[in-house]
C-alpha cells in the first residue's frame, strides 16, 4: 500500500514507518517537525526509497491537498497529535488547533481526493484515525476495562481534543461516505519516546539519580503497550479494518505509576548499580495534578479477534528491552535533556 501517514516522525509515527517500510509498504510521511518529531527515529527508513518526508503542518489545507493530489495514497493513517497532558493543561489552544482544526484540514483533504477516486482505488481507500483511551474518562478500581461500546467521557484539555477528533471522522463517514476506520489505544512506551513522558523521564533521571517525581499516590492505574506492537496492530487496522469500526488496541498490562517507578528502579539498579544504594530512595510524591483520571484499561479482545493480532511484549520484557535502548542511546537524549524546550514540568503525563 501507498500510505499517507501524518506524524510520522513522532514516537509512535516513527515505530509505523519501520515496521511499514519492512513490510514493503510505501510510506508518504507527513510530519510538521515539533519538539517531539525526530529523524533520527526512523532509522534506516529515514532514506529508504520507499520513504518519502514531507515537512508540512496538517493544519495547513492547501498543502495537504498538494500531497494528496501528488502522492495519490491508498491509505491515511492520521497520528499527527499533540498528546501530552500536562502541556494541554498548560496551553490547550494548541491542543485544539492541531486535535480538531487539523483533523478537520485532513478528512476535508481526503474527501477531496477519495471523490476523485473510481473503481478498485477507491473501494480500497481507507481513513485511519487513530486515538487515545483517554477520550472514554476515568475507571474506578473495580469497572471493567475501556471497549469500543464504552460511552465518551474526556476529562482533560488533551482527551477532549482527541475526542472531538474521534467525532469528526466518525461524523465525515456518515455525512460524506469517507471509509473511516478508528483506534484507540493505551500508554505505549518503548524506544524514540521523548523524555517528558513516565517512562523515558523516570528511567533517565534514575540513570541520572535525579529525584523520581511520582504524582499524589502513585496509584493511578495505566495499561502498558510496547510500541512496536502498537505499530503492527495499526498497520492490521488500516489494511484489514472494517469502515465504521473502532478497535480498541491493547496489551492487558495494567500497572499502578509507583509499580512502574519501582520496577524502572529496580531494572536500572541492575545493570547500573550505585555506590548510594538502591534508587527508590529517589522517589518523591508530588502534588497531584487537576483532574488525573485514576485509571484507564483496554479489553482488546474486539481487536484481537478481528485483525489475528496480540500484543507480543509482557510489561517486564518491554520495559527491560526500553531501558536497554535508553542506556545505548544516551546521546540522543542527553542533548534533549540540555535543550531548553517551552512548558517542561516535573511531572508526567500517566
Not at 469500543?148 to 456518515?174: C, E, F, V
Amino acid at each position: 500500500m501507498r500510505i499517507f501517514l501524518t506524524g510520522g516522525c513522532g514516537f509512535i509515527g516513527s515505530a509505523v514507518v519501520r515496521r511499514a517500510i519492512r513490510d514493503g509498504h510505501e510510506i508518504i510521511n507527513l510530519d510538521k517537525m515539533t519538539y517531539a518529531a525526530s529523524e533520527d527515529a526512523l532509522e534506516e527508513a529515514l532514506h529508504h526509497p520507499h520513504h518519502t518526508l514531507i515537512k508540512a503542518d496538517i493544519c495547513d489545507l492547501p498543502a495537504m491537498r498538494a500531497a494528496f493530489s501528488q502522492h495519490q495514497p491508498d491509505a491515511v493513517m492520521h497520528l499527527a497529535a499533540e498528546s501530552h497532558v500536562d502541556r494541554s493543561i498548560d496551553g490547550p489552544a494548541a491542543f485544539v488547533h492541531t486535535n480538531v482544526t487539523g483533523t478537520f484540514i485532513m478528512l476535508e483533504a481526503a474527501r477531496e481526493y477519495f471523490a476523485t477516486l473510481s473503481g478498485e482505488k477507491k473501494e480500497r481507500f481507507r481513513f485511519h484515525h487513530i486515538s487515545t483511551d483517554e477520550v472514554f474518562g476515568a475507571l474506578a478500581d473495580d469497572d471493567p476495562p475501556f471497549d469500543q461500546h464504552t460511552p465518551y467521557d474526556p476529562r482533560s484539555p488533551y482527551s477532549a481534543s482527541k475526542a472531538a477528533s474521534d467525532h469528526l471522522a466518525r461524523a465525515w463517514m456518515h455525512t460524506y461516505g469517507l471509509p473511516v476506520i478508528v483506534s484507540n489505544t493505551t500508554n505505549n512506551y518503548g524506544k524514540w519516546q521523548f523524555p517528558e513522558k513516565l517512562i523515558p523521564l523516570m528511567l533517565i533521571n534514575a540513570i541520572e539519580e535525579k529525584p523520581l517525581p511520582v504524582y499524589g499516590d502513585g496509584r493511578n492505574t495505566r495499561d502498558w503497550l510496547y510500541v512496536d506492537d502498537h505499530a503492527e496492530a495499526l498497520l492490521k487496522v488500516v489494511a484489514e479494518g472494517a469502515p465504521g469500526a473502532t478497535y480498541c488496541i491493547g496489551a492487558r498490562q495494567p500497572r499502578r505509576n509507583i509499580e512502574v517507578v519501582r520496577a524502572i528502579c529496580a531494572l536500572v539498579d541492575q545493570r547500573l548499580p550505585s555506590p548510594e544504594g538502591a534508587r527508590e530512595r529517589l522517589i518523591t510524591y508530588v502534588a497531584d495534578r487537576p483532574g488525573h483520571d485514576h485509571r484507564y484499561e483496554i479489553d482488546p479482545s474486539g481487536a484481537e479477534g478481528a485483525l489475528a493480532w496480540k500484543a507480543a511484549h509482557d510489561f517486564e520484557r518491554g520495559l527491560a528491552e526500553t531501558i536497554g535502548w535508553y542506556l545505548d542511546h544516551r546521546p540522543w537524549w542527553e542533548a534533549i535533556r540540555a535543550r531548553r524546550y517551552a512548558g517542561q514540568r516535573l511531572g508526567a503525563a500517566a
